[in-house]
């Protein structure tokens, strides 16, 4: 029986290399080429492509273009099916390199009208809903400076809230009290206590950076970076085929320095993904100083998995049973008409508390009411 998974992400790395030849091919025909592809099969090829070509190509120019686009893909495709990547590898949109040329203009253009909003506040709206995969060139560069000041908004919320609630009163300071009653004459007007606190909740990040998530990876890591400017014990970690701890380099000044840091390591961006033996080594070399009943767990991926399901579902179980929560993040739970039908994502859902999508700059937002009620 043949394995779905790598012919589904080949599908999607297809789409996104028709999308990159200037085919405009959003999540919706994503969705639809994987539905043509499941409905026709893969074993009559010309019964495929024709699926294909009539769920992506919209003109008759996408038409002619489209036979070529298949052939440049396809012959560069790997043919060995036990290949760990079915991304082919020059074709990468979000390698280390470019995220880094992305924040780079990102932050020139930023720096526009004296680094004031140069769009309205309905234009601000507009582009917190759109789909992170379909944001217009033009655009790129106010949707990073909109969502690193909303993001960094939220996360300093979250960590006022988190550390009024550490501090609670004790018992009383016998000598404070003293000390404080010398200017009443020697009369206890005004008790003091010693102060209760407990060590604040862990937040572990976990951020696919596989083919599949090129265009939601750089949001993600603003997302990141904003949230361990203002937690003290945040760790944040990557994965695609293997796994890297990329704490350090998030704590950089700028999120710029970090994503220069980041591209000084072998990362393996734009790969295959792993997700259950990425789980597994988190938990053999991290698990003891990571996970807890203090941590809060968040994966942030689209559940797209080269493994076996049987080994993701197990890791995440034990997981699961070792931290306070666990959280999934999955940018195709914003678009219409998806459903978690993937083994990879059907086997981890079992063992997911918060199930949310983070397809948009709201969506991302949207984690501080999930993490309120989780009583965090």
């Known amino acids: 029986m043949l394995n779905e998974e790598p012919i589904a992400a080949t599908i999607v790395a297809f789409c996104r290399f028709v999308r990159s030849q200037g085919i405009p091919v959003g999540p919706k025909q994503t969705v639809e080429a994987l539905r043509a592809a499941k409905t026709v099969g893969i074993t009559d090829r010309p019964a495929l492509i024709a699926a294909l070509r009539a769920v992506l190509c919209s003109t008759k120019e996408e038409w002619d273009l489209f036979d070529r686009l298949v052939e440049e893909f396809w012959n560069a ?8 990547s079915t991304t082919k590898i020059d074709l990468s949109v979000a390698d280390a390199k ?4 992305f924040a780079e203009n990102a ?5 526009d009208d004296g680094g004031k909003a140069v769009f309205g506040a309905g234009q601000h709206e507009r582009l917190a809903k759109v789909e992170f995969s379909e944001v217009a060139q033009s655009d790129l560069a106010e949707l990073e400076r909109l969502s690193q000041r909303l993001l960094r908004r939220m996360a300093f919320r979250l960590a006022r809230r988190l550390k009024r609630k550490m501090v609670s009163r004790g018992p009383l300071d016998i000598r404070r009290t003293i000390r404080s009653s010398i200017s009443h004459g020697g009369d206890p007007v005004d008790l003091r206590h010693k102060t209760k606190r ?3 909740n862990r937040l572990v990040l976990l951020l696919d950076v596989s083919g599949s998530m090129n265009a939601y990876s750089l949001f993600l890591l603003q997302f990141a970076y904003a949230m361990q400017k203002h937690f003290r014990r945040v760790h944040t970690l990557l994965f695609s085929t293997r796994l890297v701890d990329i704490s350090a380099a998030l704590r950089s000044r700028s999120l710029h320095q ?11 961006w734009s790969g295959g993904t ?18 807890s009943r203090e941590t809060l767990f968040v994966v942030l991926s689209d559940g797209w998995d080269t493994g076996e399901p049987h080994v993701l579902a197990s890791e995440l179980s034990a997981i699961r049973s070792r931290v306070k929560k666990v959280v999934w993040l999955n940018p195709l739970l ?19 508390d918060v199930f949310a999508p983070a397809h948009n700059l709201e969506s991302l937002l ?8 989780i009583r965090w």
């Open 198 to 200: 407990r060590e604040q």
């Open 274 to 291: 792993r997700i259950g033996e990425s789980l597994r080594e988190l938990q053999l070399f991290h698990g003891r100083r990571l996970l």
């Open 77 to 84: 495709v790997p043919a060995s099916p036990d290949s760990h």
């Open 334 to 352: 914003g678009m219409e008409g998806y459903e978690p039908i993937t083994r990879g994502m059907s086997a981890a859902l079992p063992h997911i």
């Open 258 to 268: 970090g994503l220069a840091a980041l591209s000084r390591q072998a990362i393996g």
């Open 366 to 373: 949207q984690l501080e009411r999930h993490f309120r009620a």
């Open 107 to 111: 932050q020139h253009e930023a720096r």
């Open 98 to 101: 470019s995220l880094v040329s």
